[in-house]
């Protein structure tokens, strides 16, 4: 049996005492990290940031009445790809949610609507804020994020918004009214075969035809307002011709944003022809039945939303369209 040498034993024992050394150097360490601090400043990657007034008042009037979340800080992974949106202002953060607060949560919770407890499990659980517009890449501005789910929310145009602007407010709820809709449409699935059958072979799926209709138009309602020329191809406004989605949220959106005379006008204009040729009375019958099948594609369509409504939803969207509208004017009015 080979003998250890005194040598080698001495090497032996030292190693072990700097190995233990420093395992107590490690432990040490760790303990007095701990004791520093009961909280890391690193929860699943994300920077732990001091609550401001601000915060506390979104935790108040948002998050803990109704598990709404709301994120204006920046954060470009949840920016639609392709999109120019960029940070909002803090400063007018609050007055944007204010606005959708008391045009979107109060007008559907009213006592002769849905009541108090209607957003029990139907709200939205984040929106997200930014400061500019929501530009596609063929120049187009959207109503919502379209790569995001049914549960997100994404309000735009902050930086500029003035609750004084009955233009602003319009556009704001204009895009807060269609996409909860494509929420309802989640929880509460329509017949999307039978509603598709009306205009199925006018959407487009893509905006750049509304972008060469568009192309002097950067700002302002008329880029989302009721438009003669959609109402002429069965649609109410032509973000309802991206998909049979749009134009349902579309309907929704639009009649809780116009006036019913307003909406009526856009009934009568989709049944009037284009033009009254007398000349040629093949090209104006060509014209009358263009204008005959618009108007039953829309009126129908309208039908089939209010029906949704009433049965899913449990309010008449008639109704809720004539206290949104009052709420409306009253709102600005009042700022």
Known sequence: MKTISNRTRFCYLIGR???????????????????????????????????????????????????????????????????????????????????????????????????????????????YMYGGKNIDGNGVELLGNTEATTNEMFLYNVNDFDPKNQDKVFILMRSVHHQFAKHLMELFPYDRNKFLSISGSRYIESSKLISEIFKDETAGRKLFALSPNANKRGFFTFHSFLSAEDDFAEIISAKLTHSPKEVL???????????????????????NEEARRAYKELTEKQTFVEEYFNKEIKISLNYLQTISMKRLKAYTEQK
């Not at 107590?24 to 303990?31: E, I, K, N, T, Y």
């Open 17 to 127: 005492s700097l190995n233990l050394f420093a395992a107590c150097l490690l432990l040490a360490g760790c303990a007095q990290e701990a004791a520093l601090s009961d909280q890391s400043v690193v929860d699943l990657g994300t920077v732990q940031r001091n609550k401001t007034e601000l915060d506390e008042w979104i935790l108040n009037t948002f998050t803990r009445p109704y598990g709404i979340e709301v994120e204006y800080r920046w954060d470009k992974n949840v920016a639609q790809n392709g999109s120019y949106t960029y940070p909002p202002e803090a400063a007018n953060v609050k007055s944007v949610l204010e606005t959708i607060k008391a045009l979107w949560l109060d007008l559907y919770m009213a006592s002769d609507l849905g009541g108090e407890k209607f957003f029990l499990g139907k709200n939205p659980v984040k929106i």
């Open 265 to 287: 006008k856009a009934l009568e204009d989709a049944r009037k022809p284009y033009l009254n040729n007398e000349e040629d009375p093949e090209v104006q019958q060509t014209y």
